[in-house]
């Protein structure tokens, strides 16, 4: 009943994501070809579940995908216009959750989250929405070097509600995370998408998504 | 563009001041370092006074690029480094803001230092003020040049010696011309030239260096 609430409140704030096309995507890493011609085409509202073993490269493409390295051949758009032409706008419309949380062990929970939010450039009042979303009010003030590594993901997760943007590429969100935080997760994406957001998740299927698109990379 | 900049240097100072002993490990260097030399060289006032300028900017030297290390590697630790990438602002920008904290909380500390060790070293009483100044010039430069040295290499072990053995031979004109400053004045020679050069290199060094950080930081992303 409250997160549906709390779905209902943070719907205002999702913003809406053009369609995100990728056409014949390769990324190598290391002269190894990882992904060979990778394809999909996403609305507004759509998921995409990379799906495939240890080292298929579900990360390297999620890293892909927010800038960090460039395509071995292929193209990615998003609106139509081609993501790697202008990286800075594309990035400040998207939220990489990766492997490590980007937590400073000397700051606390509330700091961190304060920080994290004011440099992506989102509102430092959302932060209480984003710490009330996964449970956090209790941690606020307990520093993160004490924090177990399920609080740390759901600490990197508020971000996604403190800070609305409309592309999340999320890297096995759910490592670490109890059943009722997963479910959590697992209502705030379904918002997300509800609002016209779109998100690409890597999982080893601990996610549920709502009818995804899934690209399997195999082994 | 500027709410990301100062949430960092925010970030940044918070954390300097939660961890003072890494903070003042530079400067605390810089002081035992300074008071074996008048143990070693002999308590003769003489050799001191002619050898102090340079020995304090050496040390300064030093000091600076043991602090260095960290810079970027603690942000690559802990993933922080990628969100530095997604912030709404300019890379050079967010680059030239860590760069700052970091010499507010090494340089500056070295520049408030130094008169204290002016006296240590039985430097005439000019010294009481060229040295902070040209100090005040030549630090931030240390700083922006051996951050191009820690980003190149963060996240490579062995880091922080490699570092040294990029940044100090870059750091040749900082010592010449921040030596020869204390020197002119100590000397009666006066030190304006060198005084403007320490400037110049700054402002070459603050508009340049960004550009160099944030290119290594794209390369270490990948």
Known sequence: ?219 | MWQPLFALARRDLRLAARSPAETFMGVVFFLVALSLFPLGVGASPDILTRIGAGVIWVLALLAVLLTLDRLFQADLDDGSLDLLHLAPAPLELVVLAKCAVHWLTSGLLLVLASPLLALLMTLPPEAYWALPLALLLGTPTLTLIGAIGSALLVGSRRGSVLTALIVLPLYIPVLVFGMSAVDGVLLGLGGRTAFLILGAMLLAAASLAPFAIAAALRLAAE
């Not at chain 1, 400073?104 to 959302?126: D, F, M, Q, W, Y």
Request: proline share 4%; glycine share 12%; with cysteine.
């Open chain 1, 1 to 219: 009943m409250r997160s549906a609430v709390a779905a209902a409140d943070d719907g205002a704030t999702h913003e809406r994501a053009a369609a995100f096309e990728a056409d014949g995507l390769a990324c190598r890493r290391g002269g190894r070809l990882l992904i060979e011609a990778a394809d999909w085409r996403l609305g507004p509202g759509d998921a995409l579940l990379l799906k495939g073993a240890n080292g298929s490269g579900k990360s390297s493409l999620l890293r892909l995908l927010a800038g960090f390295l460039w395509p071995a051949a292929g193209s990615l758009r998003h609106g139509g216009l081609d993501v790697f032409a202008d990286l800075p706008h594309w990035r400040s419309l998207l939220h990489l959750i990766g492997y490590q949380e980007g937590l400073k062990p000397s700051l606390t929970v509330a700091e961190n989250l304060a920080i994290v939010t004011a440099l992506l450039g989102g509102s430092v009042a959302r932060c209480g929405a984003g710490l009330d979303r996964f449970g956090l009010e209790a941690l606020a003030d307990t520093p993160a070097r004490f924090l177990s590594s399920g609080q740390r993901r759901r600490v990197a997760l508020a971000r996604l509600v403190a800070v609305p943007r409309p592309i999340w590429l999320l890297d096995e969100p759910a490592t670490g995370l109890d059943a009722k935080n997963r479910s959590r997760l697992e209502e705030l994406i379904d918002a997300h998408r509800q609002g016209g957001g779109i998100a690409v998740v890597a999982s080893h299927g601990d996610v549920a998504l709502r009818s995804p698109h899934v690209l399997d990379l195999g082994d």
